[in-house]
Nanobody
């Protein structure tokens, strides 16, 4: 059984920094990409940043230049370094992995962490 476990999150003042980490565990055949999504109250879940196995990165425009996503493929971990945080970054952040499990279906699908609250005070 595959699990994604997140760490980090909490309360920070505007302009501050925070780091989120996520580890995927279980029987995993291959992970195509890992990343982070977020969902603020009343909003849809949105992609924040994603990093495929080739190391290239994708960011939502609102976080470019402030957030950095990194991945350790050997450890199946992904991190999100968030700098210059703004109140509008307040949301529940979810770790995501698009992967194929070792056993069972040979198809790739999305797995999600439990979510971690990030609150940026003004």
């Amino acid at each position: 059984q595959v699990q994604l476990v997140e760490s980090g999150g909490g309360l920070v003042q505007a302009g501050g920094s925070m780091r989120l980490s996520c580890a995927a565990s279980g029987s995993i055949f291959n992970i195509q990409h890992m990343g982070w999504y977020r969902q603020a109250p009343g909003n849809q879940r949105e992609l924040v940043a994603r990093i495929p196995s080739d190391g290239s990165t994708v960011y939502v425009d609102s976080v470019k230049g402030r957030f950095t996503v990194s991945r350790d493929s050997a450890k199946n971990t992904v991190s999100l370094q968030m700098n210059s945080l703004k109140p509008e970054d307040t949301a529940v952040y979810y770790c995501n992995a698009y992967l194929r499990p070792m056993y069972g279906s040979s198809s790739y699908r999305h797995y999600w962490g439990q979510g971690t609250q990030v609150t940026v005070s003004s």
